[in-house]
């Protein structure tokens, strides 16, 4: 199978090799094409054939061999964007280095959720943890009493994982698209010189034409469901965004149509945008722990600013009662003291004093 964007750059497809020690990564496409591989399958021999309208890439003997850069590349590629293609179309295949064979998501987090680049310029990510400069939690989270950070990453998990902070998302997205429609409605009359394309213009009608169909046919706020929020784990607006860093802010020559201020109309969104997919794909997925600690969740580098409300304790701790008092909320309860002393009571019932050692019995609400 292909893995994407092992080590491989915008428009580039990857494969993973897993029979060698260390494994091997080769990304690999064509120059000048649009180099969106539709499938890979295992050949003969555990050789590895990817296909792009019949254009085979193979893998065999420890080697990645792209196809012969003759005449019928012209007939079974597509040239990426343009109505002819600006230089001959060039099979490649390439080793990536193994630094970077065992890099967790979280090592290229600390810039990736930030934007780092000059007015006018893409988004980029870094790589951050190297063997001199490995990835260090805060000194205020490693401080922090182990109850504190329990509770809190509670707290971040359920919401991060909740409906409405991936429809505050597609509500950023929303803002996010307008910008670039803006934008793209100015461009498209642009005369300015481009070295590429002739004019600015003819580079945002281009973009027009390829991209902005798949952006225009993204969800908007509303079209999810919050009674099956958790069938859209796998299809969410929070998978699809990365992609636009793949494919228009990694390279940035998607996007160079645009002026100054637009660019930076344009990050205004995409920065909290970007921070706020990736919270959400990191807690469906289960990927905030690196290095055997899921703390990283904690640290705002990561995650972008939190509100924390003033009640947000009350909203993972257990509410809790005395003995005696009337239960504000049906379900089950367990004795502070004992946790196999439970009971299942309706609203308004009142709990037994169990002569605890600390003269009071607490009961705690532990669920439905």
Same mark, same amino acid.
């Given at each position: 199978?292909?893995?994407?964007? *092992?080590?491989?750059?915008?428009?580039?497809? $990857?494969?993973?090799?897993?029979?060698?020690?260390?494994?091997?990564?080769?990304?690999?496409?064509?120059? *000048?094409?649009?180099?969106?591989?539709?499938?890979?399958?295992?050949?003969?021999?555990?050789?590895?054939?990817?296909?792009?309208?019949?254009?085979?890439?193979?893998?065999?003997?420890?080697?990645?061999?792209?196809?012969?850069?003759?005449?019928?590349?012209?007939? !079974?590629?597509?040239?990426?964007?343009?109505?002819?293609?600006?230089?001959?179309?060039?099979?490649?295949?390439?080793?990536?280095?193994? *630094?970077?064979?065992?890099?967790?998501?979280?090592? $290229?987090?600390?810039?990736?959720?930030? &934007?780092?680049?000059?007015?006018?310029?893409?988004?980029?990510?870094?790589?951050?943890?190297?063997?001199? !400069?490995?990835?260090?939690?805060?000194?205020?989270?490693?401080?922090?009493?182990?109850?504190?950070?329990?509770?809190?990453?509670?707290?971040?998990?359920?919401?991060?994982?909740?409906?409405?902070?991936?429809?505050?998302?597609?509500?950023?997205?929303?803002?996010?698209?307008?910008?670039?429609?803006?934008?793209?409605?100015?461009?498209?009359?642009?005369?300015?010189?481009?070295?590429?394309?002739?004019?600015?213009?003819?580079?945002?009608? !281009?973009?027009?034409?390829?991209?902005?169909?798949?952006?225009?046919?993204?969800?908007?706020? /509303?079209?999810?469901?919050?009674?099956?929020?958790?069938?859209?784990?796998?299809? /969410?607006?929070?998978?699809?965004?990365?992609?636009?860093?793949?494919?228009?802010?990694?390279?940035?020559?998607?996007?160079?149509?645009?002026?100054?201020?637009?660019?930076?109309?344009?990050?205004?969104?995409?920065?909290?945008?970007?921070?706020?997919?990736?919270?959400?794909?990191?807690?469906?997925?289960?990927?905030?722990?690196?290095?055997?600690?899921?703390?990283?969740?904690?640290?705002?580098?990561?995650?972008?600013?939190?509100?924390?409300?003033?009640?947000?304790?009350?909203?993972?701790?257990?509410?809790?009662?005395?003995?005696?008092? &009337?239960?504000?909320?049906?379900?089950?309860?367990?004795?502070?003291?004992?946790?196999?002393?439970?009971?299942?009571?309706?609203?308004?019932?009142?709990?037994?004093?169990?002569?605890?050692?600390?003269?009071?019995?607490?009961?705690?609400?532990?669920?439905?």
């Amino acid at each position: 199978m292909t893995l994407r964007r *092992a080590c491989a750059q915008r428009d580039e497809a $990857a494969l993973l090799d897993l029979g060698t020690t260390p494994p091997r990564v080769f990304a690999f496409g064509v120059k *000048a094409a649009d180099n969106e591989f539709h499938w890979a399958s295992w050949g003969k021999r555990r050789s590895v054939i990817a296909l792009k309208r019949n254009v085979r890439f193979i893998y065999a003997g420890g080697r990645r061999t792209p196809p012969p850069a003759d005449n019928d590349l012209w007939s !079974n590629i597509k040239p990426t964007m343009f109505e002819t293609p600006v230089e001959k179309l060039v099979p490649y295949a390439r080793e990536c280095p193994r *630094a970077r064979e065992q890099r967790h998501p979280l090592s $290229a987090r600390r810039e990736a959720a930030r &934007p780092s680049r000059a007015a006018g310029q893409p988004l980029r990510k870094c790589n951050m943890s190297t063997a001199d !400069n490995p990835l260090q939690l805060p000194a205020h989270i490693k401080a922090m009493p182990e109850e504190e950070k329990r509770l809190r990453k509670e707290w971040l998990k359920r919401k991060f994982a909740s409906f409405e902070y991936h429809e505050e998302l597609v509500r950023l997205h929303e803002q996010w698209r307008n910008a670039l429609r803006k934008a793209l409605q100015r461009a498209v009359h642009d005369r300015t010189p481009d070295p590429d394309c002739g004019t600015k213009g003819q580079a945002a009608r !281009n973009f027009e034409r390829t991209y902005w169909p798949i952006i225009e046919r993204k969800p908007k706020p /509303g079209d999810y469901k919050p009674e099956l929020w958790d069938k859209y784990y796998a299809t /969410g607006m929070f998978r699809s965004i990365p992609d636009y860093s793949r494919y228009l802010l990694s390279e940035g020559d998607m996007l160079d149509w645009m002026t100054e201020d637009e660019h930076t109309e344009l990050t205004k969104y995409w920065t909290p945008m970007a921070r706020m997919a990736q919270n959400i794909r990191y807690t469906v997925d289960d990927m905030w722990s690196y290095e055997g600690t899921d703390d990283w969740i904690l640290d705002q580098t990561y995650t972008g600013p939190i509100d924390w409300p003033d009640n947000w304790r009350t909203e993972v701790s257990p509410p809790r009662i005395k003995a005696g008092e &009337p239960v504000p909320q049906g379900g089950v309860w367990q004795s502070v003291d004992d946790h196999k002393r439970q009971l299942r009571v309706h609203a308004g019932e009142r709990l037994p004093d169990l002569g605890s050692a600390y003269g009071i019995t607490l009961w705690e609400r532990i669920g439905d």
